[in-house]
């Protein structure tokens, strides 16, 4: 296992449209995290799951914001209906229940025009 | 409001020399304190954490001290090496399993 991963890296789409990212996180970890980096800030806590439990949503997770974890494995954030103001990076992270450290994918860089 | 400040956006310093990064938060709830570096177009990697009950972590090259009264924290890289040219972040959670809260980052450039 060599960490998190998300797909797709890079994601450009209409306004208006709706996009998925997924991430699948380190297999033995239980804690899944969503956050958003936008140019010049730090990274924004978006959502996180404990197993398939989502236990907590940031006041910045909209209606239009969706982040499922099925089973507990891999995990989904749907935007519908984008809007220019959610371009930005959307990190996935993960970390094993009772540890301090979260590891960090990649991120998918979403553009919306 | 922002929770976690890194008051300082860039940093220069000489391959070899010391580079200390600042960090200062609010919420007096926080107990654990870590710190991430960056590179563009990439996730943040961790580099090193502390717990609230101690005053000092340190990690090869990396210390991380932590001033609770002042509400204070600090990295440290002794040497510098062009390789840690990144934009390190600060962040703290209230217990450790919780999300995380960041600051705004810190470039550092080392010049050889």
């Keep these: 296992d060599t960490g998190v991963s998300q797909n797709p890296r890079h994601k450009i789409t209409k306004r208006g449209q709706n996009v998925t990212f997924r991430c699948d996180p380190i297999s033995e970890h239980n804690r899944l995290y969503w956050y958003r980096q936008t140019l010049g800030q730090g990274p924004e806590f978006l959502t996180y799951f404990q197993n398939e439990a989502q236990l907590e949503k940031s006041r910045l997770l909209s209606d239009r914001f969706s982040a499922e974890r099925p089973k507990g494995s891999f995990s989904t954030l749907e935007i519908q209906r984008t809007e220019q103001g959610d371009s930005a990076m959307y990190l996935c992270a993960s970390s094993l229940f009772g540890n301090t450290e979260a590891f960090f994918g990649q991120g998918t860089r979403l553009t919306v025009v | ?112």
């Design chain 2, 1 to 112: 409001d922002q929770q976690v400040k890194q008051n300082s956006p860039s940093l220069s310093v000489q391959e070899g020399r010391i580079s200390i990064l600042n960090c200062d938060y609010t919420n007096s709830m926080f107990d654990y304190f870590l710190w991430y570096k960056k590179y563009p177009a990439e996730g943040p990697t961790f580099l090193i954490s502390i717990s609230s009950i101690k005053d000092k972590n340190e990690d090869g090259r990396f210390t991380v001290f932590l001033n609770k009264s002042a509400k204070h924290l600090s990295l440290h890289i002794v040497p510098s090496q062009p390789g840690d040219s990144a934009v390190y972040f600060c962040a703290a959670k209230k217990s450790s399993g919780d999300k995380l809260t960041f600051g705004t980052g810190t470039r550092l450039a080392v010049r050889p």
